[in-house]
């Protein structure tokens, strides 16, 4: 009788466990998906302005320019018309050109990160800005 009781705590004890287990585990899996998007569109708004500042000189269109940068900065091509983007639900609209005679800024505005149970709203983040390159030196 006593070794019955013993077994059913047991089974008691593991679903405690089981539920503290699966909630620590995607928060984890939560916190890093969000921090791999982050960094995929710090690398691509980082590629966007670079992009934009050795493009910029040679430009006499800035509207052509800043579609070139946000087809770089969504879907990793300048000359994309549209496709799968890099980060699911990133769209040209979010992000930000500013194209200044000295510099360039390019930013993501109004973007979230749609994890499992939250969403991450990224707004002016990431933010970068490049002097323009004046084409000396290449």
Not at 2 to 30: C, N, W
Request: aromatic residues 8%.
């Amino acid at each position: 009788m006593r070794r019955r009781r013993q077994a059913g705590s047991a089974l008691i004890e593991l679903a405690g466990a089981l539920i503290l287990l699966v909630t620590l585990l995607t928060g984890i899996f939560q916190t890093g998906y969000s921090f791999y998007t982050y960094d995929v569109l710090v690398n691509a708004v980082r590629a966007g302005g670079r992009y934009a500042s050795l493009a910029a000189p040679r430009s006499s269109n800035s509207a052509e320019l800043s579609k070139a940068v946000r087809n770089l900065v969504v879907y990793g091509d300048p000359q994309a018309v549209a496709g799968k983007s890099i980060v699911p639900g990133l769209e040209p609209r979010e992000v930000e050109v500013v194209l200044q005679p000295e510099s360039v800024t390019v930013s993501v505005r109004g973007f979230v990160i749609d994890a499992l149970f939250t969403k991450v709203r990224l707004d002016g983040r990431p933010t970068v800005t490049f002097p323009v390159s004046s084409g000396v030196g290449r």
